[in-house]
Every structure is written in C-alpha cells, then in structure tokens.
C-alpha cells in the first residue's frame, strides 16, 4: 500500500529511525543529567551515555574517540572547523581553497573571513562536478592553511576523490576539511586511510536527530589545534563550550551505529533503487540530462534535469512526491541553482532539475509511482510548450532570433 506524499527528499533531511527514538527516550526523563556534573550518579549516567556515543560516531569514520566534538550540527563543525583553523594558523599563512559547489554552511564562513584578511580560492568544477586534482595543485602557495572540499555533493552526489586531495594536502604540508554531511554512514569514509583531518558530520542526515552533529579533529600525524567559537566552560577540549545535548549526541551515536552496520546492503538496495529510477525515466522521457558524473555518486541521489520544463510547474504536478528543485525561492526571485551552474548548466536546465534522494524507508512500490508520475506530468507539461515542439520538428532554438512585441 502506498503512503502519501511519498518522501524522497533524504538528503534535506531523513525520518530518524525508531531504534534511535528507543535509544534516546530515556535520557529526556530519568536519565536527565547534564554530563559536566562530577559530583553524582545523574552526571554520570549522562557522561557514560556522551562517550558511548562518541564511540559510535568515531568507529563509522576510522576515528579515536578522543577526536570527536560533538558539535549542534554539521553548519557549525564547518563553521569551527574552517574559523578555528583559520585562526590558529594565522602566523603560517591565510590561504584557503575550496570548491565552487560546497555547501553554504562552508561558502558563506569562506566569505566572512574574507573579510578578516582571508584569501580564498573557490575551484571551478569539471562538467562532470569534480575538482581538476591538477588544478588543486597549482593553487596550494606557501600560504595556504587548509583545503576544504566536500565528500558528497548534497545536490548532484558526486563524490570528490577524496583520499588523492587528501594525500596532495600532506605533501604540502596543508589541512585537508571535508564536509561528509552527506556521505557518513552512507558510502565508507575513513578518516586516516583518507588522509582527512577535519571532518563534519550531523545527525539528521543518517536517521538521527537534528540539532546535533560532530567535527572530527585529527589528533596525531599532525596534531591539529582549532581556536574555539564558543567560549564558556571549556566543554569537549575546550573546543565547544556549552551543556552537552545528551539525548541528541545518544541519538546521533545510535544513528552511527546503525549507519554502519547497514551500509554494505543498504548502498547496494539505494543505488539498485536509483538505477530502476533513472531507467524508467530515460525509457520514457527524451531530453532529460543526469547532472554530475554516474561513476563517482552518492547510491541514494539521483539529480536530473528536464529540458523545455519549468522545475517548480514539474513540483506542483508532481505535489504527492516530496522532491527538491534545482531552482531555489530565493526572496522574491526564482536562482537557478549555483552548483548546476558551476557544472556549465544552461539556466533554463538549471531551473528544471530534479533531485531525488532515496533513502533507508523508501520501496520499490514508490519508485515506480514516482517514475511513472513524473514521466506523465513531463509529457503533459512539454505539450504545452512550444519550444519543446519547435526541436521537435527540428527548429535549432541557439539561430533563433527572437523580437520583443
């Protein structure tokens, strides 16, 4: 039986898994301590339950416990990460690089330390969304601090090589951040095998709670410092001051440790689901172009592009499927989305992409519902458009000249 609307919008967020609500529950209730307190069995209780789940969260990335900092989410382990560093290296230099289709949560903190005498270097992506490694190359100076580069594409899914940039990061001396928001607990990321030495992950993306995440800080080979950015009593190494979200960090360990025993099957069923998606469009449907390369991707996202379709008209006809659209409603205008156009989409493909995240709950039965719904409301929605009719009949739409009235 098919359930509406139909969820396949798992990388804005997941449905957190009934094992972590069971795993969490009693530590919003009897097990109410704050995990600072010393001086009796309440605190207690709360600290055992924090480094049980740093284990957790440390054992599905190849980490020590002692490297992790639990943190309220993935924008602000991006945000230490990069404003830590930055700050703590300041007499080495104030070089950072990062790629053009990082998430915000790493852009805008790149931005705001422009303003502090940063100097940032954004990469240009290859039409297939990866980094050009030579290119990465050639931008590391005597001055650069550290590179931070995503995993997993939360739009396209393509996943950056991720060891290489790593590895080129050691040779020159340079931290290596990634942003694996989207990749933890659903491809295999290890952070030494990687070379990684930071590191942001959050819960709500692996059927977790929200409001809680962590930053993985390298402790040896090298020791890397961060300055804190929030002062206060010192929590988690003096990194990230503030009482401890008890109930979310068990949540989030529970999470991890969930994430890890099912990855093997479930990337295999995600990108089996993926594939039959992407088959049964492409069947159906010409013009339609898969954004970002199929070889290096993320098992549960399928982000396409529709030509001679408007992307929000394809949402309100497909208003029962819970998807994202390549055109964000930003303010009062429509923006194509920035990463699509890193890419070298075209507006009019940037605005008509789909992405489609498929995740832990996500059937067959919806799969195809979704494919078939989509495909019918594609055909419905090119009918009424004359320029999908006008390459039809074989009219080149780049020679032709149109007037204003």
């Avoid at 009934?18 to 009796?40: C, E, I, K, T």
């Avoid at 991720?162 to 295999?188: F, M, N, S, W, Y």
Wanted: net charge negative; glycine share 8%; aromatic share 6%.
């Amino acid at each position: 039986m098919l359930k509406f609307p139909i969820y396949l919008d798992n990388h804005a967020t997941t449905p957190m898994d009934p094992r972590v609500l069971d795993a969490m529950l009693p530590y919003f209730q009897d097990l109410f301590g704050n995990a600072a307190s010393r001086n009796h069995s309440f605190g207690w209780a709360a600290e055992e339950a924090v480094e049980k789940a740093r284990k957790q969260v440390a054992a599905l990335i190849g980490a020590t416990s002692k490297e992790i900092v639990f943190t309220s989410g993935a924008t602000e382990s991006n945000n230490l990460a990069i404003k830590g560093a930055f700050e703590m290296y300041a007499q080495k230099g104030n070089h950072i690089i990062t790629a053009a289709t990082e998430h915000k949560a790493v852009l805008d903190t790149c931005k705001r330390l422009e303003k502090h005498g940063a100097r940032v270097t954004y990469l240009a992506v290859r039409p297939d969304g990866l980094i050009d490694l030579d290119l990465l190359r050639e931008s590391i100076t005597d001055k650069t601090i550290l590179v931070s580069i995503m995993y997993g594409n939360n739009e396209i899914g393509t996943v950056q090589d991720i060891p290489e940039i790593g590895r080129i990061c050691r040779e020159r001396g340079v931290l290596l951040h990634t942003d694996a928001t989207q990749a933890a607990g659903k491809i295999p990321v290890n952070v030494n095998s990687d070379n990684i030495d930071l590191l942001s992950l959050s819960g709500h993306k692996m059927y977790g709670p929200k409001g809680v995440g962590a930053l993985y800080v390298r402790r040896k080979n090298p020791r890397v410092q961060l300055t804190a950015q929030i002062d206060g009593g010192g929590h988690e190494r003096g990194m990230r001051s503030g009482t401890l979200n008890v109930p979310g960090i068990v949540g989030l360990g529970k999470a991890a440790e969930l994430s890890a025993q099912l990855m093997p099957e479930e990337s295999v069923k995600h990108a089996a689901m993926r594939d039959r998606l992407q088959s049964l469009l492409t069947a159906e449907l010409d013009e339609v172009y898969i954004n970002g390369t199929m070889e290096r991707r993320l098992p549960h996202n399928l982000n396409i592009s529709f030509a001679y379709v408007e992307g929000e008209s394809l949402l309100m006809g497909i208003n029962d499927i819970a998807v994202s659209s390549g055109s964000a409603c930003t303010s009062a205008t429509l923006e194509p989305s920035y990463v699509l156009k890193a890419l070298g989409a075209g507006d009019d493909l940037a605005h008509s992409s789909i992405r489609f995240g498929i995740g832990r709950f996500t059937t067959e039965e919806e799969i195809d519902y979704t494919a078939a719904k989509v495909t019918d409301v594609v055909k419905k929605l090119r009918e009424l458009s004359p320029l999908y009719e006008m390459v039809k009949e074989g009219i080149d739409l780049t020679k032709v000249e149109w007037s204003a009235h």
